[in-house]
């Protein structure tokens, strides 16, 4: 057994884990930058094959030289053609392209109707009184009307383009305006798939809510019936890849095939193909998407990896089908379920079979059998840890003894659930009868979840982002290397070895403590929105004061629950630009609103109408205010503001276009005087003021300090200097998107700034 490993063969598997991390670095950057990447490991392959005869490195550049140009040939693709400068510009217009994905329905846990998510490309768009055939992939956010638009179908729609986040893959994110108009039918082969699925469905509608949530997922991948308590306790316990399709579907519906070849005596020349048959017919069942076809690939290695006769073959397998994903979709690259289910494969054929082997040996004769249903999870839940601490931020103790646990129930759930959809589509009673039968193991899967969740200490806090999961894959490396010497020396000195142990649990019980977000005594908080403007104010635990809403409601959202943010004393609109008043959706409707405080210029007119419309309907008062005006806000902590600007002469203010008629306020917050250090927190709120009336305010404020400013207009070089000077303020705030195309902030106002101190 001891040699086994060395008949592992390494040689591409290498080059592919390399040329996997230059495409994790660099798909997100231009196409361009990739080429040049990718001609030079080209040009250094053959450098070095030429020079050296190394062929490890020379395979290692070919390989990062593949997938950076082909990524490089996705990005330029999806970016020809003006979608990317028109949702820079958020421009409306009218799209028709193909539904890629099923349309995900998610719950906003409020009054507001539910949000349907889909990935779109578009194949032809027309705006700015031009139209173009393009190939850009998109990310739909849409209202029910999309929730049963076909897969693959061809649809139609106007809507507003927006810029997608930073490292997403589609190039705009997708608002409809109207609902889809689809095109044509699907074709015979999808109708018929279509209707395998449904049939499937309506087999599990009167089955326990567990298990009719987790047979459609292992069978057809559709998750959409799983509750959320159930999807949290499966993410708890390390066990949501049973709560769609994976690898493990995949090797079970191909080993089951092949059984069921030899019991039916089919040729052995036969049986690949009819195993291939089984594979194509599957993926169809589950729609041919990125994480799909992954699980297919990665199930087939899998499968080898798991055979003795084909182990030596397994390592080049696994590292083909990453390079073979890879090109096909770059984006698979920052995939974590592609990481996952990577590593997961790479777990089972480097470490089941030796693990395996070394349990059973110590297990008595009838139980070694054992051996590979305990390593089988121990080695994927190993190998996979460092990257679910980057999901979690957290490690699960529980997660080998649930997946160790449910291993047994998901081929008889996964085979039991194929045949109810199969048997459903000839007469649905029989589906009926075999989801009964599917039905005991997947709820029996639930249960293990739900209990797992419950275990104390199942899951213990580790060190977040990548930092933890660099430190994690160092303990698990060393722990694999020096297990036998520990093993060695716990034999030789017990009492050391369990006093090591009481003391790692006694480091990670968990204390009491307080939560660390938001710190006590919190005054002000900016929410990353992108490229926009939202300000926090708390009033009293769980009130504020919103300063601005910002462009996207998603991104505001997650703000005000990290906040904690269950009542809105005031809601201030400086203006009705789209980057301070496009995430209103995240309040109005979600959460209590006790009035809303406005600029008295509609303008822009569109969207002002569209504010105020939104504002009317969920019977939200609004104040136009003006200079002069005072507002109180709160109980436990009192805050109170100046209107500073516009001016109360309604024809001056009248004539300011709509950034100079932004709302500008001198908040204090536990106190009515100047910043003394003493007697509270004053902070200048400041809109999108340019010089002219930033000019204006200045001459309202002389003499007066800040301890904040807000600065103006996301930090536009279009500033007063005196006014951004003049506050002393010793903290600046500024609302800005990263790598945002205005150039914001202005290098001259960061420099201004670093000479205020």
Not at 100 to 127: F, H, Q, Y
């Amino acid at each position: 057994m001891s040699a086994e490993p060395a008949r592992l063969d390494l040689r591409l598997l290498l080059p592919a884990l390399v040329a996997w991390a230059a495409l994790v670095a660099l798909v997100v950057q231009p196409a361009g930058t990739q080429v040049t990447v990718g001609l030079g490991c080209l040009t250094a392959a053959g450098l070095v094959a030429w020079l050296t005869g190394r062929g490890l490195l020379s395979l290692t550049l070919a390989c990062t030289a593949l997938v950076l140009l082909a990524g490089a040939a996705h990005r330029a693709t999806d970016e020809a053609g003006p979608v990317v400068e028109l949702a820079q510009e958020r421009a409306v217009v009218t799209v028709t392209g193909t539904v890629l994905t099923e349309p995900r329905v998610i719950a906003r846990g409020d009054e507001r109707p539910d949000l349907v998510v889909l990935e779109l490309r578009i194949d032809r768009i027309e705006g700015r009184g031009a139209g173009s055939r393009v190939r850009a992939p998109v990310v739909v956010f849409a209202d029910q009307a999309w929730a049963h638009v076909p897969w693959r179908a061809t649809v139609t729609t106007r809507a507003r383009l927006g810029p997608p986040e930073p490292g997403d893959s589609g190039v705009a994110v997708v608002t409809p305006l109207d609902p889809p108009q689809v095109h044509g039918e699907t074709g015979a082969l999808l109708a018929g798939v279509d209707h395998v699925r449904d049939r499937l469905r309506r087999a599990v509608d009167p089955l326990p809510v567990d298990a009719r949530a987790l047979i459609p997922g292992l069978v057809i991948g559709d998750t959409s019936l799983t509750p959320a308590d159930l999807s949290d306790a499966m993410l708890a316990t390390g066990m949501s890849h049973l709560s769609a399709v994976s690898g493990s579907n995949v090797a079970i519906v191909l080993g089951a095939a092949v059984l069921l070849c030899g019991w039916a005596g089919v040729p052995r020349r036969w049986r690949p193909l009819v195993a291939l048959l089984c594979l194509v017919g599957f993926v169809l069942l589950c729609r041919p998407e990125p994480s799909v076809l992954r699980a297919g690939a990665m199930g087939v290695v899998g499968l080898l990896g798991l055979s003795a006769s084909r182990r030596a073959v397994s390592l080049p397998a696994l590292a083909a089908a990453v390079l073979v994903l890879l090109c096909w979709d770059p984006w698979l690259a920052r995939s974590y379920g592609f990481a996952l289910s990577t590593l997961a494969t790479l777990g089972l054929v480097v470490f089941a079979r030796p693990w395996g082997d070394a349990i059973a040996a110590r297990l008595p004769s009838r139980l070694a059998l054992l051996g590979d249903v305990i390593a089988i999870p121990l080695a994927a839940q190993v190998i996979c840890a460092p990257v679910i601490v980057l999901l979690q931020g957290t490690v699960s103790t529980v997660a080998v003894l649930t997946n160790l646990l449910a291993a047994p129930l998901v081929a008889p759930t996964t085979i039991a659930g194929i045949a109810a959809a199969l048997l459903g589509t000839v007469w649905l009673p029989l589906g009926l009868a075999a989801a009964w039968t599917a039905a005991l193991p997947a709820w029996l899967i639930g249960v293990v979840a739900r209990w797992g969740a419950t275990v104390p200490m199942g899951t213990v806090g580790w060190v977040e982002g990548p930092a933890g999961a660099w430190l994690l894959a160092a303990v698990t490396v060393l722990v694999l290397l020096a297990g036998p010497w520990l093993r060695w020396q716990a034999r030789r000195h017990p009492a050391t070895a369990w006093s090591a142990v009481l003391l790692c649990l006694a480091l990670l019980w968990p204390l009491p403590g307080r939560p660390g977000w938001p710190p006590d005594g919190w005054v002000v908080a900016g929410c990353d929105v992108g490229q926009g403007d939202a300000f926090v104010v708390p009033t009293g635990p769980g009130r504020v004061v919103l300063i601005d809403t910002g462009p996207d409601p998603r991104l505001l959202s997650s703000c005000l629950d990290l906040l904690g943010v269950r009542e809105v004393d005031a809601l201030v609109l400086s203006h009705f630009h789209a980057d301070h008043v496009g995430g209103l959706d995240a309040v109005v409707g979600r959460l209590p609103v006790a009035a809303a405080y406005l600029t008295p210029v509609r303008d822009p007119p569109a969207e002002a109408e569209e504010v105020l419309a939104d504002l009317r309907d969920h019977g939200i008062p609004t104040y136009a205010v003006t200079a002069g005006d005072s507002l109180v806000w709160g109980d436990a902590r009192q805050v109170r503001a100046e209107v500073v600007w516009p001016p109360a002469d309604r024809a001056a203010a009248g004539s300011l276009g709509p950034n100079d008629a932004s709302v500008v306020l001198d908040l204090r917050v536990d106190g009515s005087e100047p910043a003394s250090g003493e007697d509270g927190v004053r902070i200048l709120f400041t809109g999108d003021i340019e010089p002219l009336a930033a000019r204006g305010v200045r001459a309202a404020l002389e003499g007066e300090r800040f301890d904040v400013l807000k600065v103006a207009h996301h930090g536009s070089a279009a500033q007063d200097e005196a006014l951004v000077t003049g506050v002393s303020a010793d903290m600046a705030l500024i609302g800005v998107g990263e790598d945002n195309t205005f150039g914001h902030p202005s290098r001259t106002v960061l420099s201004m700034l670093a000479q205020t101190g």
